[in-house]
């Protein structure tokens, strides 16, 4: 019997998930952090996170438009300029997306990498975005397998996202690198966009946020880094991974 390759049976499968994605870093590392959603889950999100604007819109006099951006919110930046030096606020908006992402029953992946590492052990490495990009999404890879279907990738546009479509583009192909070797074939072509415009990016964005805060920053505050570990504690039983590569 003759069988198809793995990839041209995946382009037959059904899209059953949907993957957003965002990233946070520090000066010595970077993360990706990935939310993967059924349809219903994502229509969950989405429904939960418009009613919640319009509470914070009432509560704190920002736009009903505002984006959910964990680093204005917890430092009262931009938009959320009214939670400047209200600690407490800042941390119950950023609580609320987390209990609304992790209420939907969405499987989050956390893929950082030790940047300081990576640029030591190898003369012309990946970039860290796309280091950490490529292993979330042989994750996601995995459990679509598991599914039987393929699923959608929308991310934050960066100024490197021509090239990372390409290279995730190419290991449709071919197999990625590494221990996990894995040909991205139930993975659809990344879809970048703004973030203001997709409430799964912005999901994503206070998810990878919270993540790293809690496993990276050592030194502060001990009531900041009580609210780093119960913001990490609210999406911790909905991790499927969290990784830091150590090259």
């Not at 997306?97 to 990946?126: E, F, K, M, T």
Request: glycine share 6%.
């Amino acid at each position: 019997m003759n069988h198809r390759p793995e990839g041209d049976a995946a382009s037959d499968l059904p899209i059953g998930l949907h993957t957003f994605i965002d990233e946070s870093y520090g000066e010595d590392d970077y993360y990706v952090g990935g939310l993967v959603l059924t349809p219903d889950q994502l229509a969950a999100i989405e429904r939960e996170l418009e009613a919640f604007k319009a509470v914070v819109a009432e509560k704190f006099d920002v736009p009903e438009s505002i984006e959910f951006h964990a680093h204005e919110i917890m430092h009262g930046k931009g938009s959320w300029r009214t939670l400047d030096g209200r600690v407490h606020e800042s941390v119950w908006v950023c609580r609320r997306v987390l209990q609304i992402a992790a209420n939907s029953g969405a499987r989050i992946h956390i893929q950082g990498v030790d940047v300081r590492r990576l640029n030591a052990r190898y003369r012309y490495p990946d970039s860290p975005y796309r280091v950490t990009l490529r292993h979330l999404l042989e994750r996601v890879h995995d459990e679509c397998q598991w599914r039987r279907c393929r699923s959608t990738v929308t991310a934050d546009i960066l100024d490197e996202s021509d090239t990372a479509t390409a290279a995730i583009a190419g290991f449709v192909r071919k197999a990625t690198p590494g221990y996990r070797s894995t040909r991205l074939c139930h993975i659809e072509p990344m879809n970048y966009v703004d973030s203001q415009t997709s409430l799964g990016v912005q999901a994503a964005d206070v998810v990878t946020y919270a993540a790293r805060r809690h496993l990276e920053v050592r030194d502060g505050h001990p009531r900041a880094l009580k609210a780093a570990r119960q913001l990490f504690n609210v999406v911790q039983p909905r991790l499927t991974s969290c990784r830091k590569w150590e090259p």
